[in-house]
């Protein structure tokens, strides 16, 4: 009956300690953030993994006005991601795709779906950037300064 209960005592202890693992930081570097009234908008930031580079794309909702809900992606660089995400964002903004209302791309990121889309937005033109976890809006500049350009 004791080795029973001392079995099962451990059980218990090993489960309890498995519900909550604390990982470290993790040293990312910032590549950009948007701010807006001293609100982080959002930021991407990066790390190298071994052989590879991990970004992580941390998104304020805009759904969630005033309140601070985030959304975040993290991707690796497999096969130029980075680039690729770059070059999908602003296709929005070239001349054969900039009044093209029905222009929209739609791909998977990470773990994740994105919708891409148009969004015109009170300085001009911008993007709506759509995840089932929410979206935000984006200019032109929003992306390069995003993107660290």
Same mark, same amino acid.
Do not use: C
């Given at each position: 009956?004791?080795? #029973?209960?001392?079995?099962?005592?451990? &059980?218990?202890?090993?489960?309890?300690?498995?519900?909550?693992?604390?990982?470290? =930081?993790? %040293? *990312?570097? $910032?590549?950009?953030?948007?701010? &807006?009234?001293?609100? !982080?908008?959002?930021?991407?930031?990066?790390?190298?993994?071994?052989?590879? !580079?991990?970004?992580?794309?941390?998104? /304020? +909702? &805009?759904?969630?006005?005033?309140? +601070? =809900?985030? &959304?975040?992606?993290?991707? @690796?660089? !497999?096969?130029?991601?980075?680039?690729?995400?770059?070059? #999908? $964002? /602003?296709?929005?903004? $070239?001349?054969?795709? @900039?009044? =093209?209302?029905?222009?929209?791309?739609?791909?998977?990121?990470? =773990?994740?779906?994105?919708?891409?889309?148009?969004?015109?937005? #009170?300085?001009?033109?911008?993007?709506?950037?759509?995840?089932? +976890?929410?979206?935000?809006? *984006?200019?032109?500049?929003?992306? %390069? @300064?995003?993107?660290?350009?």
């Amino acid at each position: 009956m004791k080795i #029973i209960l001392l079995i099962s005592a451990f &059980f218990i202890t090993a489960a309890a300690t498995a519900q909550l693992t604390e990982k470290e =930081n993790g %040293d *990312w570097q $910032l590549i950009g953030k948007l701010k &807006f009234g001293g609100i !982080t908008k959002a930021s991407m930031e990066y790390k190298n993994t071994g052989t590879d !580079t991990t970004y992580l794309l941390f998104v /304020k +909702d &805009f759904r969630e006005q005033p309140k +601070d =809900n985030y &959304f975040s992606i993290k991707f @690796k660089n !497999t096969d130029g991601t980075y680039s690729r995400l770059y070059t #999908i $964002l /602003k296709s929005f903004f $070239l001349p054969e795709n @900039k009044k =093209n209302k029905e222009y929209s791309r739609t791909f998977d990121l990470g =773990n994740g779906s994105v919708n891409v889309s148009h969004k015109r937005l #009170i300085t001009g033109r911008g993007i709506m950037f759509y995840t089932k +976890d929410g979206y935000a809006n *984006w200019s032109e500049k929003d992306i %390069d @300064k995003l993107f660290g350009f």
